[in-house]
């Protein structure tokens, strides 16, 4: 069975830092791996989707890794703005079109 | 070009009663899917359509959910009857092909079921 981990839970910056969030996998059987983000009250926003045979995406001030052989992934944020706050989460998709949600890091950057 | 949009954004009702959630995807994309999220608990997804046909229903998580997308266009998500552990998060989301695409979400109906 299929296991996504998200850690930290939640994280507190000040504005300008760089950030890793990391995302782990147990069964390395992928077919791809992508990242949302989710404003409160709102849906997610697809960043960024990596595709198994893939190792990196970059996306503006986003990038993000997939390491399949260790069932890890990394989102990168470079130049934290307090507008990057939200919750961050990982879904990683299998043999079937379903995506399995970690339950993601919760991002305040703070001025 | 209007991404996803989900009807109502949020309801509240009774335990017993019947709610019925509709879903309106991408225009054009065949796949269409349902996820919920209750509380303090992961997304996990419920359902996938290809076009009218149930693909995969390995997440509906019993006999109160009936989830419909006649002439594979929008879908609906009834819950009857609905109980307190119903409460949550119900998202839609859709994609142009099956394997490899991006998965594009809805805003979420929230229902609490009281």
């Known amino acids: 069975k299929q296991e996504v981990t998200q850690i930290p839970a939640a994280l507190s910056v000040p504005e300008g830092e760089n950030l890793v969030l990391n995302c782990s996998f147990t069964?390395?059987?992928?077919?791809?791996l992508q990242w949302f983000r989710q404003d409160p009250g709102k849906g997610l926003t697809s960043l960024l989707l990596i595709q198994s045979s893939q190792r990196e995406q970059t996306s503006g001030r986003l990038n993000a890794s997939l390491d399949k052989s260790s069932g890890r992934s990394t989102l990168y944020i470079a130049a934290s703005q307090p507008g990057d706050s939200a919750t961050y989460l990982c879904a990683v998709r299998r043999g079937t079109d379903k995506l399995i949600f970690g339950t993601g890091t919760r991002l305040q950057v703070f001025p | 070009e209007a991404g996803v949009t989900q009807f109502p954004s949020h309801s509240v009702i009774e335990k017993g009663q019947t709610v019925t959630l509709r879903c309106d995807p991408i225009s054009g994309h065949d796949n269409l899917y349902w996820y919920r999220r209750v509380m303090g608990k992961e997304i996990k997804f419920l359902l996938h359509f290809v076009k009218e046909s149930k693909q995969d229903e390995s997440g509906m998580p019993n006999n109160r959910f009936l989830a419909e997308r006649t002439g594979g266009t929008y879908s609906t998500l009834k819950v009857q009857p609905a109980e307190l552990e119903d409460s949550g998060v119900y998202f839609c989301?859709?994609?142009?092909?099956?394997?490899?695409?991006?998965?594009?979400f809805g805003p979420g109906t929230r229902l609490l079921v009281l």
């Open positions: 989301a859709s994609s142009l092909n099956r394997g490899q695409e991006t998965q594009y």
């Open positions: 069964d390395s059987a992928i077919y791809n």
